[in-house]
């Protein structure tokens, strides 16, 4: 059984630039997250999906993010025209629909704005 | 939403300590997780527990969910044991299903 995998683990990009991050999460999970941690701080939500309907999405998610979730399986997160704001860990996590909504992380996806 | 504090901020320990930290939560929980970030960013799943006790290993876990905080138990600590420790609750909000983190313990564990 395979964790949360996300791609790239790196990214370094200059400002202006758009990036663009996929998360794949774990294959029965119906739920996925995506949050952003910055340096020192706990992770903050971003936004939800349910199969593919994206449910919620916090006051963190600018104009400049989009998050997609076609067919219901993997994810991605686009940030356009990046800002030295956005310099982030970019994290993915899922979950069961189930009485237990307990999510499992994947390993982020450090985001390096110059 | 709900509100998360944990504490203490930060700890350091000998190798062989006791430490028990904190995490009091605003609201009743759906789901309250406790977490432990690795140097890499990989947040570890420890414990799921919205109430009740558990135990795993050296670690273990009891949530009040009428008074609201949980707390965190590490026995015998190894320096392996250092990193950051979160605390995350999903409150009872109506179809509000994302984890609101506390700021975290850093927990630093001398050999």
């Not at chain 1, 309907?53 to 006051?59: D, G, I, P, V, Y």
Request: net charge neutral.
């Amino acid at each position: 059984d395979t964790g949360v995998s996300q791609n790239p683990r790196h990214k370094i990009t200059k400002r202006g630039q758009n990036v663009t991050f996929r998360c794949d999460p774990i294959s029965e999970h119906n739920r996925l997250y995506w949050y952003r941690q910055t340096l020192g701080q706990g992770p903050e939500f971003l936004t939800y999906f349910q199969n593919e309907a994206q449910l919620e999405k916090s006051r963190l998610l600018s104009d400049r993010f989009s998050a997609e979730r076609p067919k219901g399986s993997f994810s991605t997160l686009e940030i356009q025209r990046t800002e030295q704001g956005d310099s982030a860990m970019y994290l993915c996590a899922s979950s069961y629909r189930g009485l237990s909504n307990e999510q499992f992380f994947g390993p982020g996806t450090r985001l390096t704005v110059l | 939403g709900i509100q998360v504090e944990q504490s203490p901020p930060d700890l350091i320990l000998q190798e062989g300590a006791n430490s028990t930290l904190r995490c009091n939560f605003s609201d009743s929980v759906n789901n309250l997780q406790w977490f432990h970030q690795n140097p890499w960013g990989q947040l570890i799943n420890l414990f799921y527990i919205p109430s009740g006790t558990k135990q795993n290993g050296r670690l273990s876990a009891t949530t009040v969910a009428t008074e609201r905080y949980s707390l965190l138990y590490i026995s015998s600590s190894q320096t392996t044991d250092s990193g950051v420790y979160f605390c995350a609750a999903e409150g009872m909000d109506t179809g509000r299903r994302a984890l609101t983190f506390g700021s975290g313990t850093r927990l630093q564990v001398q050999p």
